[in-house]
């Protein structure tokens, strides 16, 4: 990529408020439940981290690392365990946390995977959602948002590395 133009596409203060949101529904669900989130490294990380501060419900905490073999912006469907989870949860209420849900292809993957140690339940709570690229049926419980088919960066989402710094969802495009 060569000059690339930024634009806001969600700002920082809509994310607060549907991340609040987002919690108080999920404390809502768990009442009086203890929750595992498994966070996806590393795009969730920033969401993971607001999240579980807005939650009114005990959780433990825990990552995965997945990778795809193929690079770019497109899931080429080839996907690994890079670095597990190391909480045990059998028999336990599990909530995946995701930045985007685009093709469908990695929490497909995950849920499948993780859903073999045979946890109480397992859910999943994704920030952004590009519906239209689906190519497996999937659909996360918890959405914070449904966006177009646009490349996005921020709030934890890289663009090669790049912009995850950026406090809201931007959409970035070649001039
Ligand atoms: P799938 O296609 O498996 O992909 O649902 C989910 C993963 O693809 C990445 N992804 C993006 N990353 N901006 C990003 O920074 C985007 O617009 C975007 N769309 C998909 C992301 O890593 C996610 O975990
Ligand atoms: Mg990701």
Known sequence: MGKVKKEI????????????????????????KELVLIGILKGAFVFMADLIRCLRIPCEVDFVRLASYGTGTVSSGNIM???????????RDVLIVEDIVDTGLTLYFLVDK??????????????????????????????GFDIPDRFVVGYGLDFNEMYRFLPDVCVIEEN
Not at 81 to 91: A, L, M, Q, S
Not at 117 to 140: G, T, Y
């Open 9 to 32: 596409l969600i700002s920082k203060p809509k994310i607060d408020d549907r991340v609040q949101r987002l919690a108080d529904e999920i404390s809502r669900d768990y009442e009086g």
């Open 114 to 143: 993780l859903k073999e140690r045979e946890p109480e339940s397992l859910k999943v709570c994704v920030l952004l959602d590009k519906k239209e690229r689906r190519k497996v049926p999937f659909e996360a419980e918890y959405v």
């Open 81 to 91: 365990i890079t670095k597990d989870i190391e909480t045990p949860i059998r028999g």
